[in-house]
């Protein structure tokens, strides 16, 4: 059975950071590509960031980009994000997917169409 677990999501002031990790089991997800996605009360789920699957391509939302970074740990099936500056408009939960293929680019890597695996969640809140 496959599944992506996130964690690392609570409540934090503005300015401050958290870093959120998402684990991969069921089969390897060593050569696919992962992204983050995040939904907020009454709005759809956007775009967060994806990485290739060596991470050595990353695409970001116009949102974060500079705040936040993408990055995975293959040999422990594990990707993470790391958010820094957090803002209160970044409060949503936060999602982890995968996807079977290896490259997606910035496109089809911001559509949540393109992944067939989701995580449960994780609720990131940033207090003002």
């Known amino acids: 059975q496959v599944q992506l677990v996130e964690s690392g999501g609570g409540l934090v002031q503005a300015g401050g950071s958290l870093r959120l990790s998402c684990a991969a089991s069921?089969?390897?997800?060593?050569?696919?590509?992962m992204g983050w996605f995040r939904q907020a009360p009454g709005k759809e789920r956007e775009f967060v960031a994806s990485i290739n699957w060596s991470g050595g391509s990353t695409y970001y939302s116009d949102s974060v980009k500079g705040r936040f970074t993408i990055s995975r740990d293959n040999a422990k099936n594990m990707v993470y994000l790391q958010m820094n500056s957090l803002k209160p408009e970044d409060t949503a939960v936060y999602y982890c997917?995968?996807?079977?293929?290896?490259?997606?680019?910035?496109?089809?890597?911001?559509?949540?169409?393109?992944?067939?695996?989701w995580g449960q969640g994780t609720q990131v809140t940033v207090s003002s």
């Open positions: 069921g089969r390897t997800f060593s050569r696919d590509a």
């Open positions: 997917a995968a996807t079977h293929l290896s490259e997606l680019g910035y496109g089809l890597g911001s559509r949540p169409g393109a992944y067939g695996y």
